[in-house]
Structures are given as structure tokens and as C-alpha cells.
């Protein structure tokens, strides 16, 4: 337990439009200190509209957020230091290299010289990319770049991690990293927010999930407790749950 209380995040009667199209139409959720938790939807639940809105990228329409106990409304700014964020598509500066992108947003991240070396340097050997710190971004393949992306979102040693959609491109030993090193990360005192399509990986990642849709929570819980939700048999994946919930939904608004 942080001296916050129990919740890194709290999400109350969220709502957000676009040009009159509700993306986020009251959407309530907690997320717990040290724990990775998934948010989950199909295209357009509104997932990456909720992340923008917690690292303070857009505005909400209504509802409350707090990341460490306080009012992001409130306090705008400080709560934002003890972030890393990874945007659904994040945009690098291809003029740079490697190495020269992540020693930029550590220096923004205010790191410590010998710290921020040392940071570089495991970083690129976990994500087996020490031979490409002095190449240019612009030559990376998709999954490099992404993995370039994931190191800055971390390289400040945050509190708390948001990640949209961190596997995309990524390859299956590349994704084991990933995943070794969240879980890692949540062990030494970081929590996580996730959102990813990859329910098969987020059933052996996450220790709860929130399942969105239309912008609403279907439901939040442990794999064992959307389970008893969608009432769902015995050893169902969260991919079958996930499914059942989400028809359960639908039926429900016929």
C-alpha cells in the first residue's frame, strides 16, 4: 500500500466526445499499486482515449482521475515526472540515433549522468540492441523502433508505467523481454497500466483487467473473477471470457 491508499489510478464517471461521438461515456476503474493491470475493448472501446486523458495528453468532457491519490484537474503538472508512457503509435525523431534519442529523454527525464549511462547501457543489452545505438532510428525496423520507444518510456525509472498497444511489431522473444521485464518492474515497487489486443498475453501478464466497450466497463476482476462473471466454464481463456462478456453486452441493448 502507497501512503496514497490502495489505488495508483482512479477512473470515476469518465466521459469524452468527439465532434458529438462519445468515445468515453461514463467509464469507471481502478488500478492498484503494484500491479499490472490490462484495459481491455475491442477497436474504438475508447481505450486510447482513456490513457491520453490519465497522462494528461487531452482533456475529459467530465468524471474524475487521480493517479497517486491526487486530482490530476487539480495538479496538472507534478504527478507527470513519475510517468512513462508509450503511445499507441509513438512518433521518434529519425534524424537521431538511437542512443542519441534515449540520452535526450533521459536528459528531459532529469537522470543523472552516471546513472543515465549505466541506463543506456543495461536497457540495450536486455533488448539485445547494443549494436544499434549509433544507428539511426530511420534505418530501424518497425519492432526496433518500438523497442527504442518502450526504453524511453522507461529510462526515468517511473512509478508508474502506461503502456497502449506495446507489442505491436514486436517478435515472440521480443515480447518475452517485454513481459519478463514489466513483471520485474512491478516487483521492485512499479505498477503497470496496459492496454493491448493480445488477450493471450495479457492473460499471462496482467494480474486484473478492466474489458471496455462503447466507452463503459463490461467488467473488471482477476481472471478467476471475469470467469464467474461471464459465467463461463471452468478454464475458459480470457479470449472466450472477453467474447461472452461482450455478447452478454450486446444482447443486453437489444
Known amino acids: 500500500m502507497d501512503i496514497y491508499g490502495n489505488w495508483v489510478i482512479e477512473v470515476k464517471n469518465l466521459h ?16 492498484r499499486y503494484g ?19 490519465i497522462v494528461g495528453l487531452i482533456k475529459k468532457d467530465g468524471g474524475e482521475v487521480k493517479v497517486f ?30 542512443e542519441e534519442f534515449i540520452r535526450y529523454v533521459g536528459k528531459i527525464r532529469d537522470v543523472p549522468d552516471d546513472v543515465l549511462n549505466k541506463r543506456i547501457n ?5 533488448f539485445e540492441i547494443s549494436n544499434r545505438r549509433d544507428e539511426l532510428i530511420a534505418n ?19 512509478r508508474l508505467v502506461i503502456l497502449d498497444e506495446p ?22 515497487g512499479s505498477s503497470i497500466l496496459v492496454s493491448t489486443h493480445a488477450l493471450d498475453t495479457a492473460e499471462r501478464l496482467c494480474d486484473t483487467v478492466t474489458i471496455i466497450n462503447n466507452g463503459v466497463n463490461i467488467a473488471t476482476g482477476t481472471l478467476e473473477e471475469l470467469r464467474s462473471k461471464a459465467k463461463a466454464k471452468k478454464g475458459s481463456t480470457l479470449e472466450e471470457i472477453f467474447i461472452k462478456l461482450l455478447e452478454k453486452k450486446k444482447a443486453k441493448e437489444f
Open 122 to 126: 543495461d536497457f540495450l543489452e536486455i
Open 140 to 158: 530501424l525496423s518497425q519492432g526496433m523502433k518500438q523497442k527504442v520507444a518502450i526504453i524511453a518510456s522507461l529510462i526515468h525509472r517511473p
Open 69 to 98: 491519490g491526487k486530482d490530476i484537474d487539480k495538479d496538472p503538472y507534478s504527478y507527470k515526472k513519475h510517468i512513462g508512457y508509450l503511445p499507441e503509435y509513438p512518433e521518434l525523431p529519425l534524424y537521431l540515433t538511437v
Open 35 to 53: 500491479e499490472i493491470h490490462g484495459l481491455l475493448g475491442p477497436n474504438g472501446a475508447g481505450k486510447t482515449t482513456t490513457l491520453k486523458i
Open 167 to 188: 507489442f505491436i511489431g514486436i517478435d515472440p522473444m521480443g515480447q518475452k523481454i517485454i513481459k519478463d521485464l514489466l513483471v520485474s518492474w512491478v516487483e521492485s
Open 16 to 31: 469524452k466526445q468527439y465532434n458529438g461521438i462519445r468515445a468515453v461515456s461514463g467509464l469507471n476503474f481502478k488500478v
